[in-house]
């Protein structure tokens, strides 16, 4: 099995700017990508960005193009979300998942394994 630990929730101000953690532990895979997704009530959970287990490709959602960076450090076997130039659709529950195999995929079903989530929210 797969553990995988969100954590940098918050509360912040519109513009301002947040870093979620994802942990990883467990069973490991020769290849595989991670991604962040989001979710608000009522709604389906969306994509935000992706990355290779080697994190030297990454894909963003055209929502936070510009403002979300992705990133990995192998060593430590945890993966980052550095939020900028947030703003209040932004607010949802953020969620680390992994993706056993090749490519950067988008969808959910994709996914194989997933964290708890993590509550972030931005004020007007």
């Known amino acids: 099995q797969v553990q995988l630990v969100e954590s940098g929730g918050g509360l912040v101000q519109a513009g301002g700017s947040l870093r979620l953690s994802c942990a990883i532990s467990g069973r490991r895979f020769s290849s595989f990508a991670m991604g962040w997704f989001r979710q608000t009530p009522g709604k389906e959970r969306e994509f935000v960005a992706a990355i290779t287990w080697s994190g030297t490709r990454t894909y963003n959602a055209d929502s936070v193009k510009g403002r979300f960076v992705i990133s990995r450090d192998t060593a430590k076997n945890t993966m980052a979300l550095q939020m900028n130039s947030l703003n209040p659709e932004d607010t949802a529950v953020y969620y680390c998942?992994?993706?056993?195999?090749?490519?950067?995929?988008?969808?959910?079903?994709?996914?194989?394994?997933w964290g708890q989530g993590t509550q972030v929210t931005v004020s007007s």
């Open positions: 998942a992994v993706s056993v195999g090749y490519g950067l995929p988008r969808a959910v079903r994709d996914y194989d394994y």
